[in-house]
């Protein structure tokens, strides 16, 4: 059989990625999930795939992947300047943020980009690798448990549809309602957070402290969650109880620097919290790199949802 | 016995409800907490996408699309008040009690020597009053299976490790602060190991994952030597000094 991708050179991390497994968390397992669904549905909806089809989400670019038969792809992300290449045939540099047909043979280079952290590859028809638990996204810490397969190396084989041969519909409508260059801040990224009892107790001198500094983003961050460097006063807030956590909770752990928890976080917590990021905010999060800049600052439950629903529109209404 | 309302239900996200009982370990209040999300599940189920439990507190992630946030929450409030006026006549689930065998020999229980020594107890103390006790089961969470214990008796009660081992083998048997736990898998961790089982935290079947314990049961740990350990098909993993 030849419906697949090859991995031929593979040097920073990826992995197989879809909307996660949300309802299996009262038994332990991570929500997981595309770190940025900013661009992994971008990246599906070029292809016209259903919106929690699975994908490549590839970290710092570095990886080459051979098509075993012709395929529809999707670029996004992340730009790492990607090249298709064939024997005897001229280089070919190809555009991010756009879907490209990829012929049997073929070979896909991502280099290392400048900015942001994740690129997706979306396949016509989605990733076909091994479902657990109604997903196929694949979590660092539970590899071991291999129900998602193993982590991804070089000379493995990722699995495509190969019944899908007609070409997507070039969407149009899906650039003019959105430009990645309008998703994605540039400078400091505003974080805005539903405070919590705990945060709205705390004097409002604290409060203004936190949020009218800026936090760098410590090298101590991956998918799981983001740890921040800042300035706050020493608060003294009691540890609790282990509790369930959320997508976007902001822990402060006995150090008192903040950790705001991720798509691959662990499913319940004992730190203290502040409240929640906002996931609109969290797909921006996702692609910042170290050393990077946040501030916060606080909205309502309801403010979110409008953000939230109007993000998910621009996907589904297309 | 009187239950308790929830010091809060606040909105946590666009997606969930944090729901926040008074802080505190008590199997009474958390046999509540567990019939509250069964009822929730029950009855709002068009709204629901996963609920999770621990010791004083419910998560429920619902369809906000579905629902707005306002009639949601009371919605949740009024099931509870519903609950709490019918308390006598809440079905408690069947308590079923799982025992766990445990080989607490030296080379299994990794920390045995510095608890003794912080504990002031000897390892033979140290599991008899481990093995005694009758557990519940608070809250899975943390990697698949993992099941929350409480309450450990105070004399056992130590701080967790300051620094977490990279890997705590699969079946260890652990303790930290007022909790008791088995690691399912291999993970890191921070809490001390007393003791190594044999027995299987979760078993597998077709895209099914039922994990050994399930939040609400009893647990209580049964010492058994090494061939009685060999027997069952443990193998027991060494500490790495490195």
Same mark, same amino acid.
């Given at each position: 059989?030849?419906?697949?991708?090859?991995?031929?050179?593979?040097?920073?991390?990826?992995?197989?990625?879809?909307?996660?497994?949300?309802? %299996?968390?009262?038994?332990?397992?991570?929500?997981?999930?595309?770190?940025?669904?900013?661009?992994? !549905?971008? =990246?599906?909806?070029?292809?016209?795939?259903?919106?929690?089809?699975?994908?490549?989400?590839? #970290?710092?670019?570095?990886?080459? $992947?051979?098509?075993?038969?012709?395929? &529809?792809?999707?670029?996004?992300?992340?730009?790492?300047?990607?090249?298709?290449?064939?024997?005897?045939?001229?280089?070919? @540099? +190809?555009?991010?943020?756009?879907?490209?047909? *990829?012929?049997?043979?073929?070979?896909?280079?991502?280099?290392? /980009?400048?900015?942001?952290?994740?690129?997706?590859?979306? @396949?016509?028809?989605?990733?076909?690798?091994?479902?657990?638990?109604?997903?196929?996204?694949?979590?660092?810490?539970?590899?071991?448990?291999?129900?998602?397969?193993?982590?991804?190396?070089?000379?493995?084989?990722?699995?495509?549809?190969?019944?899908?041969?007609?070409?997507?519909?070039?969407?149009?409508?899906?650039?003019?309602?959105?430009?990645?260059?309008?998703?994605? =801040?540039?400078?400091?990224?505003?974080? !805005?957070?539903?405070?919590?009892?705990?945060?709205?107790?705390?004097?409002?001198?604290?409060?203004?402290?936190?949020?009218?500094?800026?936090?760098?983003?410590?090298?101590?961050?991956?998918?799981?969650?983001?740890?921040?460097?800042?300035?706050? =006063?020493?608060? #003294?807030?009691?540890?609790?109880?282990?509790?369930?956590?959320?997508?976007? %909770?902001?822990?402060?752990?006995?150090?008192?620097?903040?950790?705001?928890?991720?798509?691959?976080?662990?499913?319940?917590?004992?730190?203290?919290?502040?409240?929640?990021?906002?996931?609109?905010?969290?797909?921006? *999060?996702?692609?910042?790199?170290?050393?990077?800049? @946040?501030?916060?600052?606080? #909205?309502?439950?309801?403010?979110?949802?409008?953000?939230?629903?109007?993000?998910?529109?621009?996907?589904?209404?297309? | 016995?009187?239950?308790?309302?929830?010091?809060?239900?606040?909105?946590?996200?666009?997606?969930?409800?944090? +729901?926040?009982?008074?802080? !505190? @370990?008590?199997?009474?209040?958390?046999?509540?907490?567990?019939?509250?999300?069964?009822? +929730?599940? *029950?009855?709002?189920?068009?709204? +629901?996408?996963?609920?999770?439990?621990?010791?004083?507190?419910?998560?429920?992630?619902?369809?906000?699309?579905?629902?707005?946030?306002?009639?949601?929450?009371?919605?949740?409030?009024? *099931?509870?008040?519903?609950?709490?006026?019918?308390?006598?006549?809440?079905?408690?689930?069947?308590?079923?009690?799982?025992?766990?065998?445990?080989?607490?020999?030296?080379? =299994?229980?990794?920390?045995?020597?510095?608890?003794?020594?912080?504990?002031?107890?000897?390892?033979?103390?140290?599991?008899?009053?481990?093995?005694?006790?009758?557990?519940?089961?608070?809250?899975?969470?943390?990697?698949?299976? &993992?099941?929350? $214990?409480?309450?450990?008796? /105070? &004399?056992?009660?130590?701080? !967790?490790?300051?620094?977490?081992?990279?890997?705590?083998?699969?079946?260890?048997?652990?303790?930290?602060?007022?909790?008791?736990?088995?690691?399912?898998?291999?993970?890191?961790?921070?809490?001390?190991?007393?003791?190594?089982?044999?027995?299987?935290?979760?078993?597998?079947?077709?895209?099914?994952?039922?994990?050994?314990? #399930?939040?609400?049961?009893?647990?209580?740990?049964?010492?058994?030597?090494?061939?009685?350990?060999?027997?069952?098909?443990?193998?027991?993993?060494?500490?790495?000094?490195?």
């Amino acid at each position: 059989m030849s419906n697949h991708l090859k991995i031929i050179k593979l040097s920073g991390r990826a992995s197989v990625q879809d909307l996660g497994r949300l309802n %299996s968390q009262h038994l332990g397992f991570s929500a997981g999930g595309a770190a940025d669904e900013y661009a992994f !549905r971008f =990246a599906n909806s070029l292809l016209d795939n259903d919106q929690n089809h699975a994908a490549l989400e590839i #970290t710092l670019g570095q990886i080459q $992947l051979q098509a075993g038969c012709d395929c &529809f792809i999707a670029l996004t992300g992340a730009d790492c300047k990607a090249t298709i290449s064939q024997q005897d045939l001229p280089t070919k @540099v +190809i555009n991010n943020w756009q879907s490209h047909l *990829l012929k049997k043979g073929q070979i896909i280079t991502l280099h290392q /980009p400048k900015k942001l952290l994740h690129s997706y590859i979306a @396949v016509k028809g989605g990733i076909q690798s091994k479902i657990w638990l109604n997903s196929r996204s694949q979590s660092h810490s539970e590899s071991n448990l291999g129900f998602t397969g193993k982590t991804l190396r070089t000379s493995d084989f990722i699995t495509i549809d190969i019944n899908q041969k007609t070409l997507p519909p070039n969407n149009k409508t899906l650039q003019r309602n959105s430009t990645p260059q309008s998703f994605y =801040a540039d400078n400091i990224l505003t974080l !805005r957070f539903i405070p919590n009892s705990l945060y709205l107790s705390l004097d409002r001198g604290w409060q203004r402290q936190f949020t009218q500094q800026t936090f760098r983003i410590s090298a101590d961050s991956n998918r799981m969650g983001y740890r921040l460097n800042g300035n706050i =006063a020493a608060q #003294t807030l009691a540890s609790e109880l282990s509790k369930p956590v959320n997508y976007g %909770s902001i822990q402060i752990p006995n150090q008192g620097q903040p950790m705001i928890l991720m798509k691959e976080r662990q499913t319940i917590g004992g730190y203290p919290t502040l409240g929640t990021v906002m996931q609109t905010d969290l797909f921006r *999060l996702s692609q910042k790199r170290p050393g990077e800049e @946040v501030r916060f600052t606080p #909205t309502t439950t309801a403010k979110a949802q409008v953000q939230l629903t109007s993000f998910l529109q621009r996907f589904y209404s297309l | 016995m009187q239950v308790k309302n929830p010091i809060s239900i606040e909105g946590n996200s666009e997606n969930t409800v944090l +729901i926040v009982w008074p802080e !505190r @370990v008590c199997q009474h209040q958390h046999q509540w907490i567990t019939d509250y999300q069964q009822l +929730i599940k *029950l009855q709002l189920k068009h709204y +629901i996408v996963e609920t999770i439990s621990s010791y004083n507190s419910l998560l429920v992630y619902y369809k906000f699309e579905l629902i707005a946030y306002k009639p949601f929450s009371d919605q949740l409030h009024y *099931l509870w008040r519903s609950l709490s006026k019918v308390a006598s006549t809440v079905t408690k689930s069947a308590v079923q009690r799982i025992e766990i065998p445990v080989y607490y020999g030296l080379e =299994a229980g990794w920390d045995l020597p510095y608890l003794s020594q912080v504990l002031d107890l000897t390892a033979e103390q140290i599991i008899e009053y481990h093995s005694d006790a009758v557990y519940r089961a608070y809250s899975l969470g943390f990697t698949p299976g &993992f099941c929350y $214990l409480a309450t450990l008796t /105070p &004399f056992l009660q130590v701080a !967790r490790r300051s620094s977490p081992r990279l890997t705590i083998p699969q079946g260890a048997v652990a303790i930290a602060g007022q909790q008791t736990a088995v690691y399912p898998s291999a993970s890191p961790g921070g809490w001390h190991i007393i003791g190594q089982t044999p027995m299987a935290m979760f078993e597998i079947t077709e895209q099914c994952f039922s994990p050994a314990i #399930t939040p609400g049961q009893q647990v209580t740990f049964k010492a058994i030597d090494y061939s009685e350990y060999c027997r069952l098909g443990g193998i027991i993993s060494l500490e790495n000094h490195e």
